[in-house]
């Protein structure tokens, strides 16, 4: 609690550079506002997962959502700018690609879903024209993490926001975590509330939708968090995860509170091993993780890590076989039963863009 209250205190003080920041974002947008900087449309449905905050709002498992759900019936792609990668420029993902050539979460979509093209590109302008090159059957195109890229204009933006962490309550880097103006979210069609409370009412649903103020035709979702069975990060095998079980939580993750509530709530005890988002892992770190795992002393242990660290740990295979080392899945659950809205309508947004072009 004391660390906590010291790092708002600090980021408090940080609020000229925080202003600055904001003066900053201001004019880019008014120039992309007034078309002073251009921006380009496509011939596609071009379909954007993002948010105003730094951290961790959804986006990853939003993007598998759609591939999912919608992946039967489009032939999709995903284009990402595979942050924290080794590489430059477009690459497409093929059997040799690893996370450190294009990056951790375009690396989980590429072994989710093998089938779907899946590119990383620093100029998305440049890199769409390439991915439909390698794969004209593309027939819709989800842009991971675009909101603020604004010289590519998407047909559909989709916003997420979390219930803990509002865009209206936020404020601007480096005091809060806002990296776009609030008043950005009007480039939204759709704004999604994601790590609701699974038992979130529709009388709390409805104050959350007035302090976001939608706009005439913007819709607003709300979504929780599931997690689902665990499996090892190697062979794959479902694991078992009781209330007996001593966890040794693995994350390199931007918010991992979500999952230490979840683990609170489904396992013994646990230990954490917390890393910056995004982090490649080194040989002294799996040392410590084994360390950490040895000086558990439940007879019912596991590491326990997400997926998008699970595609950073994976050249370590011969190392963690045969630990009980395993990767948790998760999705957004769609509250009040609207999955089906939502499908809908993104569904509808690429037939009827079809249909006009």
């Known amino acids: 609690m004391f660390s906590n209250f010291f790092l708002r205190s600090f980021r408090i003080l940080l609020l000229p550079f925080a202003l600055l920041y904001w003066a900053g974002v201001a004019l880019r947008n008014f120039l992309y506002d007034k078309k002073i900087l251009g921006s380009a449309s496509f011939g596609l449905p071009l ?23 919608l992946g039967n019936e489009f032939r999709l792609a ?14 497409l993902a ?17 072994l989710k879903f093998p089938a779907v093209p899946v590119a990383v590109g620093e100029e998305r302008l440049q890199a769409i024209p390439q991915l439909l090159h390698d794969h004209p059957e593309t027939e819709a195109i989800i842009l991971d993490d675009a909101f603020q890229h604004r010289k590519v204009v998407a047909g559909l933006n989709i916003l997420l926001t979390e219930q803990s962490n509002l865009f209206r309550y936020d404020f601007y880097l480096p005091t809060g975590d806002l990296r776009d103006l609030k008043s950005s979210y009007r480039r939204a069609q759709v704004i999604i509330v994601t790590k609701c ?5 529709k009388a709390e649903a409805a104050r959350i939708s007035k302090v976001i103020k939608p706009l005439p ?26 209330a007996d079980t001593e966890v040794l939580l693995l994350t390199g993750i931007a918010n991992p509170k979500p999952l ?19 982090h490649i892992f080194s040989i002294d770190d799996l040392k410590d993780i084994r360390k950490k795992f040895h000086e558990l002393g439940g007879r019912d242990r596991i590491i326990l890590t997400t997926e998008k660290d699970a595609v950073r740990l994976e050249k370590f295979s ?40």
């Open 260 to 278: 230490k509530k979840w683990l609170e709530d489904h396992c013994r005890t646990y230990q954490m091993i917390q890393y910056p988002d995004h």
């Open 217 to 242: 035709g913007q819709q607003v979702f709300f979504t929780s968090i599931s997690y689902g069975q665990p499996y090892h990060i190697i062979n794959k095998v479902s694991g078992i995860l009781n």
């Open 318 to 357: 011969t190392d963690i076989e045969q630990l009980p080392f395993y990767v948790i899945p998760v999705t957004h659950q769609f509250l009040f039963d609207r999955s089906g809205d939502f499908r809908s309508l993104v569904g509808d947004f690429i037939r009827n863009f079809k249909k006009k072009n």
């Open 78 to 91: 995903t284009l990402s700018r595979g942050y924290k990668r080794k590489t430059r420029g477009y690459a």
């Open 47 to 69: 379909i954007c997962v993002g948010n105003l905050a730094i951290g961790g709002t959804g986006k990853s498992p939003m993007v598998e959502w759609l591939l999912t759900n």
């Open 197 to 201: 409370q699974p038992d979130l009412d």
């Open 94 to 110: 093929n059997a040799s690609s690893t996370a450190l050539d294009i990056g951790d979460e375009p690396m989980q979509f590429h």
